[in-house]
């Protein structure tokens, strides 16, 4: 077990991983501590996939595909803001909405934009390579896990950083605070919340936007239907499971992309793929069970 | 915000003409998009909802109808109760996989096979979303991500029981055996409809009814709109949640069984989640605020909106899946037009700041 788990192809694949985890769920903290309830992380990580693909494939570069996903997430946090914050739809409602918009949309532009069905693969598709850090690549067990990584992968790790000082020093991530916290004391401050959610949908929109490019274009070059297979989800448990604080967010989104490549790995010993798949999900639930008991028995 | 403005809007019919203008001109732009020829896509989905020889889409539109209309009969029971149950799709599979197992295995005379599938099937599908439920009152999971994320590992044994032991290999597909003739849900005489609809229509009488009429649907409807006051006048709000998600996973449950015994008669795999019935079902209780008399007609709009776009597709080649983002367009710009006050500050409760 522990040989498999300090084998360098599996320390390699837990980063690819935990990205999409990490930024989708980071994008949600930020909505969490703004008090949006946002359970759409899922529709905007496909959209980003979607875009992703779409930048990398006609302007060549996985960057362009990075920066079109971070746009196409920030306009579905947008479509968000004007439903939830402006015409006053609720959050999930909102949120399913925006979760259907997007295997919608992203299927239906698969098929206009690429006369494609189900899938979209092609070799005109610029994917992210891996940057090799030198002297670490050699370091046994850290080697590994940290070099040979896509970019998105140190953004990830250096957004965790960011928006931590962002919480605790930003203007704009005390007013977040604010906005979820007290209101009432933001508005008397002469900011109104609204403004300022919808400045934190914009963000989350970006994030869960990478997120989704980490999946198309990083882990793998193709577009599939729905690939985001409910990983925004295991997103929004996370952020659930640590009230949108950073660093606890990277430590439980690390544990669940251990489980999720530790599925992967297991099934090329024989285990049916099915109960692989399901993996993820159960250990989030036995996450969420566990910790949500453990929470109950300290309150009362 | 601007309150006397807001007030003399909304009594007015200009906003929902606005409303209708933004939906119809995003069709617009999406027609465009894939430069559709208008009067081939325009016949093609009314032929593809409502026609056909002898009817045969507009038949396809009803017995899709009529699954739509179970789910979200399902989910509407929770959600009046306050219930952010949104995992119907697990109790459907649930239920459609139980009620296959039971309908290939079941030695005995049809009536009676039928009749035990489909109970099977409820009883599947209840106990589902009562594992949710366990979960929501005694963990203290919240409901919306506990029902949700059971979503996804009955979809997995499903998918391996069709996949390994259940399989019908000579197939090639991912399926079970076909369920013997005289096991299926008859069809009406002459029509490619099977009498499923009928039980969608008692359950939807029945819904109506229980809402409406009955001491349980009235305490279950309280608990949705103050459960405070439910627990301050001493409701058993523990037990009217269990019976709630109960009859409400029986409900998928049910139409997971109608799918297996009347349309597919088979269990494949991936098709009781592909067509998205559970969340068109959701889409479709929202769109009419949760009023029970409405569902089975928002349902079969929306039913007739996605067999139309099928075909729109066939006709004119505008990718099908311009439903899935008309039906998303629309609860937009409907649901947000309508304050479904019942669902916000308790899903947001149990959600964000509650006992996660």
Known sequence: MLDMLLDPSFLASVPRFVTPLLLAALGGAICERAGVFNIGLEGMMLTGAFAAVVGAYFAGSPYAGALLAALAGTAMGLVFAEFNLRRGGDAIVVSIAINLLAAGLTAFLLRAIFDANGAFNSPDIAGFGVIHIPLLRDVPVLGPLFSGQSPLFYLSLAAVVLLHLFFGRHRLGLRIRAAGENPAGLTAGGVSPNSVRLMALAMCGALCGLAGAQLSIANVNLFVENMSAGRGWIAVVAVLLTRGRPWPLLFITVLFGVVDSLSFRVQGLGMPQQFTDMMPYLATLIALTGLSWWHRRRQS | ?356
Do not use: C
Request: aromatic share 10%.
């Open chain 2, 1 to 356: 915000m601007s309150a006397p403005e807001d007030n003399w809007m909304r009594s007015d019919l200009l906003p929902w003409i606005s409303t209708l203008a933004w939906i119809l001109g995003i069709l617009l732009i999406l027609m465009l998009l894939v430069s559709a020829p208008f009067g081939a896509a325009i016949e093609g989905f009314f032929q593809g909802a409502f026609g056909g020889r002898r009817y045969a889409f507009l038949m396809q539109t009803l017995s899709r109808a009529s699954l739509i209309v179970g789910m979200a009969l399902s989910v509407m029971l929770s959600f009046r109760a306050g219930l952010f149950n949104i995992g119907g799709e697990g109790q459907l599979v649930a239920g459609g996989l139980v009620s296959a197992l039971v309908a290939l295995a079941l030695p005995g005379p049809p009536l009676l096979v039928i009749a035990a599938s489909i109970l099977a099937g409820m009883a599947a599908g209840a106990a589902w979303a009562l594992l949710a439920g366990v979960l929501y009152l005694y963990v203290g999971v919240p409901l919306l991500v506990g029902s949700l994320l059971l979503n996804f590992p009955i979809r997995s044994v499903a998918s391996y029981l069709v996949a390994h032991p259940f399989r019908d290999v000579p197939s090639g597909m991912l399926q079970s055996h076909l369920v013997p003739t005289e096991r299926w849900l008859p069809y009406f005489p002459g029509l490619r409809l099977d009498i499923g609809i009928l039980f969608i229509v008692l359950v939807s009488v029945l819904a109506v009814v229980y809402s409406h009429k009955t001491l349980h649907g009235y305490r279950a409807r309280l608990n949705g709109l103050s459960p405070d006051f439910a627990r301050a006048v001493g409701l058993p709000v523990a037990r009217l949640t269990l019976q709630t998600l109960a009859m409400s996973g029986a409900i998928a449950g049910l139409v997971g069984a109608i799918a297996v015994l009347g349309v597919h008669h088979r269990f494949i795999d991936g098709m009781l989640v592909q067509p998205l019935y559970a969340w068109t079902g959701i889409v479709a209780v929202l769109l009419v605020g949760m009023i029970p008399w409405l569902v089975p007609f928002s349902g079969f709009f929306f039913a007739a909106l996605q067999t139309g776009a099928a075909g729109m597709e066939r006709a004119a080649q505008v990718p099908k899946e311009i439903a899935l983002v008309m039906q998303a367009v629309i609860i937009l710009f409907v649901a947000s037009r309508m304050s479904l006050s019942l669902a916000s500050p308790r899903g947001k409760d149990k959600g964000a700041d509650g006992d996660a």
